[in-house]
T-cell receptor
Framework: AQSVTQPDIHITVSEGASLELRCNYS??????LFWYVQSPGQGLQLLLK??????LVQGIKGFEAEFKRSQSSFNLRKPSVHWSDAAEYFC???????????FGTGTRLTVIP | EAGVAQSPRYKIIEKRQSVAFWCNPI?????LYWYQQILGQGPKLLIQ????????DSQLPKDRFSAERLKGVDSTLKIQPAKLEDSAVYLC???????????FGDGTRLSIL
């Protein structure tokens, strides 16, 4: 069955520390990959996307993600976390030629001083 | 550019009542989506429109949910009658086309008493 897995429900990091949020997918075809961020009471904002080409993708707010086909992963990283990064992060997948965004269950990020 | 507009932001109703949500997508975006986001989960696609035609409504509970996009711009999502399990945030998103990045509104938080 097709799925998107975010194994970490909740992550806590100190401000200034590095961050990595995990995302794995299980699809037969090469997907389009996205990371979205959702602050409380707000909709989802696109951080970055991967369609093809360079497997290291740069996004907004200093985030980057790396597509690893061999591991079926698309992990999100940031070298130095800011308190304003506290939010819910969703990995999402669209199968090429299809229509639907399939979302993971999300990872809630808490940033401590 | 103006983002995706949704109203109302919050709605509280009793079970078996009816409710309607409105969405105005980004100008020029042909594709419009309605998602349901239950607390603690990622968004789940309910229905997708391409202009004023339905592309995918396979996950829409058609016995109680309906949606329309008559002129290919604004859309309304209706629930009649509402059940307790319909308590969720209803997100509208739009994109230039299928498989393109989706831009989300802030959602309508629905509480069923």
């Amino acid at each position: 069955a097709q799925s998107v897995t975010q194994p970490d429900i909740h992550i806590t990091v100190s401000e200034g520390a590095s961050l990595e949020l995990r995302c794995n997918y299980s699809y037969g075809a090469t997907p389009y990959l996205f990371w979205y961020v959702q602050s409380p009471g707000q909709g989802l904002q696109l951080l970055l996307k991967y369609f093809s080409g360079d497997t290291l993708v740069q996004g907004i707010k200093g985030f980057e993600a790396e597509f690893k086909r061999s591991q079926s992963s698309f992990n999100l990283r940031k070298p130095s976390v800011h308190w304003s990064d506290a939010a819910e992060y969703f990995c999402a997948v669209v199968i090429s030629g299809a229509n639907n965004l399939f979302f993971g269950t999300g990872t809630r990020l808490t940033v401590i001083p | 550019e103006a983002g995706v507009a949704q109203s109302p932001r919050y709605k509280i109703i009793e079970k078996r009542q009816s409710v309607a949500f409105w969405c105005n997508p980004i100008s020029g975006h042909a594709t419009l989506y309605w998602y349901q986001q239950i607390l603690g989960q990622g968004p789940k696609l309910l229905i997708q429109f391409q202009n004023n035609g339905v592309v995918d409504d396979s996950q829409l509970p058609k016995d109680r949910f309906s949606a329309e996009r008559l002129k290919g711009v604004d859309s309304t999502l209706k629930i009649q009658p509402a059940k307790l399990e319909d308590s969720a945030v209803y997100l509208c998103a739009s994109s230039l086309g299928q498989s393109q990045p989706q831009h989300f509104g802030d959602g309508t938080r629905l509480s069923i008493l």
